[in-house]
């Protein structure tokens, strides 16, 4: 089950969402101009934001092409559990069976525990206090970080409890 997809797939959002951090960093500097005219956009950055933007953004397009490679590797191994780059519906369901429906219903629960007290929490924290743009970017991604490995986690103690 280690190497089924469906169990890793948190651990790449979680990839995504670290470098989505990293990105917000160069996009929300007070050193990037932004210049729009009609027919073209242009964008300027000082030379650190600037290369942080840069290489998060080749970390990001060379993990999004691994990401492709391993799904499409697990789709030819896994003709009958196929699982599609774009479908709504999160991948990390596991509804094989009825011990799956209920491992990964008690993971989803746990996640929405998460969710119902940390979002109204950072928007208290965003309301009552002057918060950067950046610091509220990092707050909304930490929260998906969160949700992710909850979700791992519980699911990696259920799987391993049943096998012992």
Known sequence: MKQDFRM????WNMAFILILAVMAVGF???FVNVTKTDSSLSIEAQAFEGFVLF??????????????IALGSYNRKNPQRKISAFSIRPPE?????EGMTFITRKAVQKVYTFITWSLPFLAVIVMLAPVPKLLII???????????LIYYLEMRRQLKGATE
């Open 93 to 97: 369901y596991m509804e094989q069976d």
């Open 28 to 30: 929300t500097s007070s």
């Open 138 to 148: 990092w707050g909304i991604l930490a929260i998906a970080f969160g949700q992710n």
């Open 55 to 68: 290489a998060a953004l080749i970390a990001y397009l060379v993990l999004i092409t691994i990401y492709l």
């Open 8 to 11: 890793t797939y948190p651990l």
